[in-house]
Structures are given as C-alpha cells and as structure tokens.
C-alpha cells in the first residue's frame, strides 16, 4: 500500500503531465514551431513550392512547346494565347519561363545538396581528427582565396557546360558552383563542432563511456545540421544568381535549354522592341531570390531564436 508522500513512478509521471509542465520538444520541433509563426517565411516557402511544382509539372502547364518557332507571332506582347508574349523567334515566353525554371532551381538546389555533403564531410574531419586538421583546413583556405565568379568562368570553359542530364539538370553548371562554394560550409561545420566538443552534454557522454562515433552521430553531426541547412538555404539563391549571371555572359546553358539567365540575355538584346521579355525572366529570378532569402531568415530565427 502507497504511504502518503511516497515517491513512486506513477507520482513522478502523474507530476510531470497532471501539474502543468511541457513535455518534453526537441530542437526539430521547436525550430519547426517557430518557422511556422514567420508568417513572411511560410509565404515564401509556399511560393518556393508553387515555383517547385510549375518546374515539375512544365510539360502539363505549358500552353505550347518551348522549342516551336512561330514567325508570324514574333516579339508580340502577353495575350490570351500566349500568356507571357513571344520572343524574337515567335517561341512562347511562358512556356520558355515555366521550362527554364527546371533549370534554375535544379541549379540552385542540387548544387546546395553536394556543396553542403562536401562541406560537412571535409569540416566533420577537420573539426574531429587533429593531424588532419592543419591539412585540410590549408587546403580549404587555398580554395576559399580564389574569386568564386573566376573560378566558375574557368570550370566552365575548361569543360564547356552543355552536359545536361534528364533533360534539365546541367551537370557541368551544378558542378562548376559546388567546388566553389564548399569551403564556407567545411569551415562552419569545423567551427561548430571544435565548439559541440566542449559543451557539457558532450563532455557528459565521455564520462559515461559512450564511444568517439557515437557522441558523433548523436550529439556532434546532429547539432551542426541547423546552421548547415540555413547557410545552404541562403546559398540557394546565389546560386540562382551565379546561373543567371554565367548565362547572361554567355557561359550558360546551351540553347534550345531555357534557364531564366539565358531568357534574361536574349531578352536584353531586345529591351526596346519587347520589354517584356527582360522583365519576365526577371521577376521570375527576382521573386525566387527574395522567397529562398526570406525562408532563409525565417531558418535562422528558428534554429537560433538569440539572433532576433
């Protein structure tokens, strides 16, 4: 028989979940609950999805074929039949417009995936492994001291960028921007896990004999993932951007493929006869820019609610 103001298990649960105490949420759960009340975030992360979806489904939601030239209809203005105009060969912009963003976006996330495993595999052994440290954080800055826009150009005229695979993802292009960017993402991941090693929950798991792997698993690579995720979402973006500007200069995507850096300098050379084929491509990387910049900030506050 329980003697009054014995502590037994089923007081301690009654305690914990009858008299008003949180349970218990983890860093995903809170970071999730906090995005959720940006409203300017989840606004952009739904435009960011309406962009994603238009890109898969680009071959449904075309009104005509991206490649048909139709020369009687050519540098005409939006219109019932063609939503977003023609451009100077009579190819409909909307479709080059939903089309082209198969490619930007493959660009800018595919290239933030394999810059962010490059990053986190390079910092993770830097960071956990002293004799390498010296190495590979010399060799990380040697690449981090070349100017990122010259070292593209070099990449891509060294080998060309029209490797394209399932029919809209430039694997030169994609290439060209993750052996850039990789060295911001090695040196942060390094940095937060030369700090995760001092912090008591670790130094708490070495005292209670858990292994060097998994205090790694558990507590090291788990905890650096936040700030990789927000750095790869701002990176995203410039991505975007870097495409945009290597096409504009004429390193891009080779034609018929339509990326919105390619629409953007076909449409320059024609800015006075058809305006709207600058401005098209334009607020289609202007909007997707500023989404990624926005759930960017709305990671960042998430993950760390100090920075605000």
Do not use: C
């Not at 649960?13 to 995005?35: I, K, M, N, Q, Y």
């Not at 435009?47 to 238009?54: D, I, N, P, S």
């Not at 858990?210 to 558990?218: D, E, F, G, L, P």
């Not at 975007?240 to 919105?260: D, K, R, T, V, Y």
């Amino acid at each position: 028989m329980e003697e009054p103001g014995e502590i037994t298990a089923e007081r301690i649960a009654e305690v914990a979940v009858g008299d008003g105490l949180p349970p218990h949420r983890s860093l995903w759960t809170d970071a999730a609950r906090r995005f959720t009340r940006n409203r300017i975030a989840v606004v952009s992360l739904i435009l960011v999805l309406g962009l994603v979806g238009l890109a898969v489904l680009a071959p449904v939601v075309q009104r005509h074929d991206y490649r048909v030239q139709d020369l009687a209809h050519t540098s005409e203005g939006p219109s019932g039949t063609y939503w977003f105009g023609t451009d100077q060969l009579g190819r409909d912009q909307w479709s080059r417009v939903v089309n082209g963003a198969r490619i930007s976006l493959s660009v800018g996330i595919v290239s933030q995936l394999i810059t962010a495993v490059i990053g986190v595999v390079i910092g993770a052994l830097a960071g956990l492994t002293r004799w390498m440290d010296n190495l590979l954080m010399r060799f990380t800055d040697i690449a981090y001291s070349f100017p990122d826009l010259l070292m593209m150009i070099l990449l891509l005229a060294a080998f060309g960028s029209g490797l394209i695979l399932f029919g809209s993802v430039p694997v030169t292009m994609i290439l060209a921007i993750s052996l850039v960017w990789w060295p911001t993402i090695a040196r942060l991941v390094r940095g937060q896990i030369l700090s995760l090693q001092q912090r008591d929950f670790t130094l708490a798991a070495k005292a209670m004999g858990a292994s060097q792997w998994r205090i790694v698993w558990t507590h090291l690579l788990p905890n650096t993932f936040g700030p990789v995720i927000v750095t790869a979402t701002f990176g995203i973006p410039r991505a975007i951007f870097a495409e945009s500007a290597l096409s504009f200069i004429g390193l891009g995507i080779p034609p018929p493929n339509p990326s919105w850096g390619t629409l953007a300098n076909d449409g320059f050379r024609f800015i006075s006869a058809a305006p709207h084929l600058v401005l098209t491509s334009a607020l289609a990387i202007a909007v997707t820019m500023m989404s990624f910049t926005f759930i960017g900030d709305g990671l960042r506050d998430a993950f760390d609610p100090r920075a605000r």
